[in-house]
């Protein structure tokens, strides 16, 4: 079972940047997919980026594309959301995610079911 740890996140103003980290252990990284999603206070956890682990197709939520930057260093089993122009809306806890199931990932790659393990979140708060 792999264990996933973000880190990263903090307090910036809005236009500022921030890029996050999704560290996988406990064994090498060998699952299909990487995703990022966030939740802010009171809404639904909401898809926002996601990369095949070989080959790095990339998909993104209309809401970041063009300002969110999602990457993988496959020897540093490592993951990464790199997030410019930050906006106040983007204010959310962020969490990464695995997916292992290589036949869910171009059509579910959007939807949180289709990932098999979770991190804990790390918070991202945009001021205004």
């Known amino acids: 079972q792999v264990q996933l740890v973000e880190s990263g996140g903090g307090l910036v103003q809005a236009g500022g940047s921030l890029r996050l980290s999704c560290a996988a252990s406990?064994?090498?990284?060998?699952?299909?997919?990487m995703g990022w999603f966030r939740q802010a206070p009171g809404k639904e956890r909401e898809f926002v980026a996601a990369i095949r682990w070989s080959g790095g197709t990339t998909y993104y939520a209309e809401s970041v594309k063009g300002r969110f930057t999602i990457s993988r260093d496959t020897a540093k089993n490592t993951g990464y959301l790199q997030m410019n122009s930050l906006k106040p809306e983007d204010t959310a806890v962020y969490y990464c995610a695995a997916l292992d199931r290589a036949e869910l990932f171009y059509s579910n790659y959007g939807r949180r079911g289709a990932y098999d393990y979770w991190g804990q979140g790390t918070q991202v708060t945009v001021s205004s």
């Open positions: 406990g064994r090498t990284f060998s699952s299909y997919a």
